[in-house]
Structures are given as structure tokens and as C-alpha cells.
């Protein structure tokens, strides 16, 4: 079966602090993983992570995937309050037509 | 704003009853996806649509049901409804069908079944 585990369920730190999510998958047919930043509505795109190795950065967040160790991390650095959402990975599987398994998310707050 | 829309916003209906939810794409994409979020089950992809066929499909019960018009507005549809069917319903857009493509997505539909 296709899972996908992310870690920790829930965080809470202080603004400005640093912080590194994670999500591991044990899936067939990988093609890429993507993380998704879930406020109160709907989940608005990150990133996209398709080869080993190579950061995608934007601003004070950036990921990176290990197609060895079958993970990627998401990391935030200098957090701000508005950050506070929860930060869903996925993985997007060739099964002779594309299919998303999402983890179950981790809940991030960033307190003042 | 994505650019997705879904109505209704919110849905409040009984058990057995049947639902249709709607989607409006994002001008010019034509892939459409469809996801459930419940509490215990996080996010769950459904169904995928491009250009008016299935193109994938996921963890979808045989009560539900899809489809993309030549519009490229999608229809959800839910029969025989329980309880348990009570979520968060998300359409998505991209502009292609494989994963290269961003998807976008809408502000979600609240199913809640009585």
C-alpha cells in the first residue's frame, strides 16, 4: 500500500525560529512530490521536488528531496506568524494514469 | 484567489439523499481534480478529469460519481449518503495532466449529511 508519513503531526514555536518538516513515502511508480501550505481554506502550491539533491527555495522556505532515503524536508527559516498553517507533502505516482497520495500534514504555530 | 470556483459553499443534507457538487476550472486549464478532506482521513485525492475523460482515479466509492462537461466545469456527484461522507470537497485545476503541471485550488465545498 502507498503511504505517506510526515513528522512531526504538530509544532509549536516562537517567531523567528527555524524549523524542518518531514515527510517520508513508501510508494510504487514515485514521479515527484509536492508540498502544500493549508491555511484556513484551501491548499495553495510550494514546491514541486522531482530530482534528488536540487533545493527549490522561495524566500524563507526551501525543500529538498532524497530519492534514496525516499524523503524530502520543507524548511522554514525565520518564521513569521503568519506562517502558522499546516504544511501537507505529497506524492504524485505514474499507475498508468497520475495519482496524489497526501501524508496527514503537519499543524505549525508560530507564536508571537 | 485561485481562479477555482465551487458552489455551493456549503451543503447541509440527510443520509441516503444525493448531491452534486460544481466546479469552474481556471481559464484555459483543462485537467480537474477532485479531493475530500476529512478529519480522520486528511486530504484524499478522488478522480482526475482532462479534457473531458477520466484520467486517473483514486480512493473514489462507487456511490460517487464525476465527470467533466465540454465546458470543462465538473460535476461531483454523491449518492446514498452516510454519515461518514461528511467533509471537505476540493476541486483543483492544472493545465496539463501530468505532474509537472501546478495545480490550483478551489475554496472547497462543506458537505455536511445529517
Known amino acids: 500500500e502507498d503511504k505517506v508519513v510526515q513528522s512531526p503531526l504538530s509544532l509549536v514555536v516562537h517567531e523567528g525560529d527555524t524549523v524542518t518538516l518531514n515527510c517520508s513515502y513508501e510508494?510504487?511508480?514515485?514521479?515527484?512530490l509536492l508540498w502544500y501550505k493549508q491555511e484556513k481554506k484551501a491548499p495553495t502550491f510550494l514546491f514541486m521536488l522531482?530530482?534528488?539533491?536540487i533545493e527549490k527555495k522561495s524566500g524563507r522556505l526551501s525543500s529538498i528531496l532524497d530519492k534514496k532515503e525516499l524523503f524530502s524536508i520543507l524548511n522554514i527559516t525565520a518564521t513569521q506568524t503568519g506562517d502558522s498553517a499546516v504544511y501537507l507533502c505529497?506524492?504524485?505516482?505514474?499507475?498508468?494514469?497520475?495519482?496524489?497520495?497526501f501524508g496527514q500534514g503537519t499543524r505549525l504555530t508560530i507564536n508571537p | 484567489d485561485s481562479g477555482v470556483t465551487q458552489t455551493p459553499k456549503h451543503l447541509i443534507t440527510a443520509t441516503g439523499q444525493r448531491v452534486t457538487l460544481r466546479c469552474s476550472p481556471r481559464?484555459?486549464?483543462?485537467?480537474v481534480y477532485w479531493y475530500q478532506q476529512s478529519l480522520d482521513q486528511g486530504l484524499q485525492f478522488l478522480i482526475q478529469?482532462?479534457?473531458?475523460?477520466?484520467?486517473a482515479k483514486g480512493n473514489i466509492l462507487e456511490r460517487f460519481s464525476a465527470q467533466q462537461f465540454p465546458d470543462l466545469h465538473s460535476e461531483l456527484n454523491l449518492s446514498s449518503l452516510e454519515l461518514g461522507d461528511s467533509a471537505l470537497y476540493f476541486c483543483?485545476?492544472?493545465?496539463?495532466?501530468?505532474?509537472?503541471?501546478?495545480?490550483?485550488f478551489g475554496p472547497g465545498t462543506r458537505l455536511t449529511v445529517t
Open positions: 483543483a485545476s492544472s493545465l496539463g495532466q501530468g505532474s509537472s503541471y501546478e495545480q490550483y
Open positions: 510508494v510504487t511508480n514515485f514521479r515527484s
Open positions: 522531482t530530482s534528488s539533491g
Open positions: 505529497a506524492v504524485v505516482l505514474i499507475q498508468g494514469a497520475q495519482k496524489l497520495v
Open positions: 481559464s484555459g486549464d483543462l485537467s
Open positions: 478529469y482532462y479534457n473531458g475523460e477520466e484520467r
